[in-house]
Nanobody, 124 residues
Framework: QVQLVESGGGLVQAGGSLRLSCAGS????????MAWFHQAPGKERSFVAA????????YYGGSTKGRFTISRDNARSTAYLQMNNLEPEDTAVYYC?????????????????WGQGTQVTVSS
C-alpha cells in the first residue's frame, strides 16, 4: 500500500509554470506506475501523464501538447509534473495516482491509490 500527498499547486498567469510534486509513503514506491490526472469543475477526471516504475517510459495525454513533463525520483519516493506555458484551460484539481500492472494506463479505474489533489488555477 502507498499513501500519496500532492503539493505545488497555486495561482499562475497564463504562460507561466508550476511544478507539482507527489510524495509517496512506504518502501515500495519504486514498484508502482505513477500518473497524473486532472479534473475541472463539472468534468470527468482525465489523464494527463504517466511514468513507469523505473522512469524509463513516459506517456502523455493529448491535452499536454508537449508542455508538461512527468518524472520521478525513487530515492525520494516522489513523482513530479512540470507544467510550462500554462493555459486557462489547464485550470483543474490535479491528482497523482499509483498502480501496479501495465504502465501507461489512462483510465482512472485502473489506478489503485490516489492523493487528495492540489488546485491549479491559471488566470488569463
Amino acid at each position: 500500500q502507498v499513501q500519496l500527498v500532492e503539493s505545488g499547486g497555486g495561482l499562475v498567469q497564463a504562460g507561466g509554470s508550476l511544478r507539482l510534486s507527489c510524495a509517496g509513503s512506504g518502501r515500495t514506491f519504486s514498484s508502482y506506475n505513477m500518473a497524473w490526472f486532472h479534473q475541472a469543475p463539472g468534468k470527468e477526471r482525465s489523464f494527463v501523464a504517466a511514468i513507469s516504475p523505473s522512469g524509463a517510459r513516459t506517456y502523455y495525454g493529448g491535452s499536454t501538447k508537449g508542455r508538461f513533463t512527468i518524472s520521478r525520483d525513487n530515492a525520494r519516493s516522489t513523482a513530479y509534473l512540470q507544467m510550462n506555458n500554462l493555459e486557462p484551460e489547464d485550470t483543474a484539481v490535479y491528482y497523482c495516482a499509483a498502480s501496479y500492472g501495465v504502465p501507461g494506463q489512462t483510465d482512472p479505474a485502473d489506478y489503485h491509490y490516489w492523493g487528495q489533489g492540489t488546485q491549479v488555477t491559471v488566470s488569463s
